[in-house]
């Protein structure tokens, strides 16, 4: 087995970066940058917390955990879980906390390389922290557990990993392999293209070399989050990569598969001159970033202002039975919030009138505040999420 950092190699396409991976980076630009136009600023923020638990939904659902969306919404408003849902729930939590912090200290300019070793760590160490007792150990294939240390790396004297066929690098040399990875990976910052296509190639060649004891493909999500903010296709944090992974373009074994075509050694003189395939290389990161693109239209579709509207205003006039009570909701999703006292004005009623309607809204979930008399601004509750957003959690189970 090469215990070299170069056997990684190749990471990046250096001579050559294939046209079509240069054209779906030009794709992705201008995708993302459409993504969310004409939404207010509050609307959109309130929008990206429903994304990010949509996003934890399907990286664990590709781990092979299904949990509702119903109990990741109960296990962030800190409520009481029934117990046979409870690690799951707090799992999950744990992913948006994590995702949370990420966009926050990508909006104060503080995130730092999305593929340095350290910000790695971090994200492992943030996971694994909130992470409940019965998933923070680990199970070896001769029936030994170790204790998952939260941001350690596999390292000198730790149990030797092995992912189906793939034999990752002897934990005693996971450190020099990070060393190479992040320092890969720093020379394709320089380049906008350049950002968007190392996000697929860093996706893969992290899990190749599968650092951590667990929980490697949640790290290797956010990274992949992490370095789409950093490459301006972030789009406010409407769209989600891990649905894209989960559900594939044909199929949800799709990833898998394509993760495992990637381990691919070169196959021959004009396949690149690194130890893997660059040929496969390609192939993978042609089809991420088409799982990329078709993830950003699929929420530009969803996130469309006018389409969002005209549902909100049907589902509201359904439930409520109010004839105004729509206005209200357009008035709010036009300025992203408002305050109390304007809703008569905009409803052009009487103030108790307009307290009713707004009132009715409020307990119904679709308009909310930081407190009864602070503005309100909307809400996108989830027992109407299939009415608001169609195919959003089409995986979850009901409830």
């Given at each position: 087995?090469?215990?070299?950092?170069?056997?990684?190699?190749?990471?990046?396409?250096?001579?050559?970066?294939?046209?079509?991976?240069?054209?779906?980076?030009?794709?992705?630009?201008?995708?993302?940058?459409q993504?969310?136009?004409?939404?207010?600023?509050?609307?959109a923020?309130?929008?990206?917390?429903?994304?990010?638990?949509?996003?934890?939904?399907?990286s664990?659902?590709?781990?092979?955990?299904?949990?509702?969306?119903?109990?990741?919404?109960?296990a962030?408003?800190?409520?009481?879980?029934?117990?046979?849902?409870?690690?799951?729930?707090?799992?999950?939590r744990?992913?948006?906390?994590?995702?949370?912090?990420?966009?926050?200290?990508?909006?104060?300019?503080?995130?730092?390389?999305?593929?340095?070793p350290?910000?790695?760590?971090?994200?492992?160490?943030?996971?694994?922290?909130?992470?409940?007792?019965?998933?923070?150990?680990?199970?070896?294939?001769?029936?030994?557990?170790?204790?998952?240390?939260?941001?350690?790396?596999?390292?000198?004297?730790?149990?030797?990993?092995?992912?189906?066929?793939?034999?990752?690098?002897?934990?005693?040399?996971?450190?020099?392999?990070?060393?190479?990875?992040?320092?890969?990976?720093?020379?394709?910052?320089?380049?906008?293209?350049?950002?968007?296509?190392?996000i697929?190639?860093?996706?893969?060649?992290?899990?190749?070399?599968?650092?951590?004891?667990?929980?490697?493909g949640?790290?290797?999500?956010?990274?992949?989050?992490?370095?789409?903010?950093?490459?301006?296709?972030?789009?406010h944090?409407?769209?989600?990569?891990?649905?894209?992974?989960?559900?594939?373009?044909?199929?949800?074994?799709?990833?898998?598969?394509?993760?495992?075509?990637?381990?691919?050694?070169?196959?021959?003189?004009?396949?690149?001159?690194?130890?893997?395939?660059?040929?496969?290389?390609?192939?993978?990161?042609?089809?991420?970033?088409?799982?990329?693109?078709?993830?950003?239209?699929?929420?530009?579709?969803?996130?469309?202002?006018?389409?969002?509207?005209?549902?909100?205003?049907?589902?509201?006039?359904?439930?409520?039975?109010?004839?105004?009570?729509?206005?209200?909701?357009s008035?709010?999703?036009?300025?992203?919030?408002?305050?109390?006292?304007?809703?008569?004005?905009?409803?052009?009623?009487?103030?108790?009138t307009a307290?009713?309607?707004?009132?009715?809204?409020?307990?119904?979930?679709?308009?909310?505040?930081?407190?009864?008399?602070?503005?309100?601004?909307?809400?996108?509750?989830?027992?109407?999420?299939?009415?608001?957003?169609p195919?959003?959690?089409?995986?979850?189970?009901?409830?």
């Open positions: 087995m090469i215990e070299t950092p170069g056997r990684i190699e190749p990471c990046l396409f250096e001579e050559r970066v294939p046209a079509v991976l240069a054209d779906l980076a030009v794709e992705l630009m201008r995708a993302a940058d993504l969310g136009r004409g939404l207010h600023p509050d609307s923020a309130e929008l990206a917390d429903l994304v990010r638990m949509m996003n934890c939904y399907y664990n659902l590709i781990e092979g955990h299904n949990t509702r969306p119903r109990d990741i919404e109960a962030l408003a800190g409520a009481e879980l029934a117990e046979e849902t409870r690690p799951l729930a707090l799992e999950a744990a992913h948006v906390i994590v995702q949370r912090e990420i966009d926050r200290r990508f909006r104060e300019g503080r995130l730092g390389s999305a593929t340095d350290a910000f790695l760590a971090w994200v492992h160490q943030a996971f694994y922290s909130e992470m409940p007792p019965e998933f923070r150990f680990v199970t070896y294939p001769d029936g030994t557990t170790a204790a998952i240390i939260p941001g350690r790396f596999r390292g000198e004297g730790d149990h030797e990993v092995a992912v189906g066929r793939h034999q990752p690098p002897s934990s005693h040399r996971v450190a020099a392999f990070l060393d190479h990875f992040a320092m890969r990976f720093r020379s394709a910052e320089a380049s906008p293209s350049g950002r968007i296509i190392a697929a190639a860093a996706h893969h060649r992290l899990n190749y070399i599968h650092p951590f004891p667990d929980g490697n949640r790290v290797s999500r956010l990274m992949s989050h992490a370095m789409a903010l950093q490459a301006g296709i972030g789009g944090g409407l769209w989600s990569v891990s649905r894209g992974l989960a559900r594939g373009l044909k199929d949800s074994g799709e990833y898998m598969r394509m993760m495992d075509m990637a381990d691919s050694p070169r196959r021959g003189d004009r396949d690149g001159r690194g130890n893997l395939s660059e040929a496969a290389l390609e192939t993978f990161t042609r089809w991420f970033m088409e799982v990329m693109l078709d993830q950003i239209t699929f929420s530009s579709r969803l996130f469309d202002v006018a389409g969002l509207e005209d549902r909100y205003r049907r589902l509201v006039a359904d439930v409520t039975g109010d004839r105004r009570a729509p206005d209200l909701i008035a709010v999703l036009k300025f992203g919030r408002m305050e109390r006292g304007d809703a008569a004005i905009v409803l052009k009623v009487s103030a108790v307290r009713k309607t707004l009132g009715d809204l409020v307990r119904a979930g679709f308009l909310t505040s930081d407190s009864p008399k602070t503005p309100v601004r909307l809400a996108f509750p989830l027992d109407y999420r299939e009415r608001l957003f195919n959003l959690f089409t995986d979850a189970p009901p409830g």
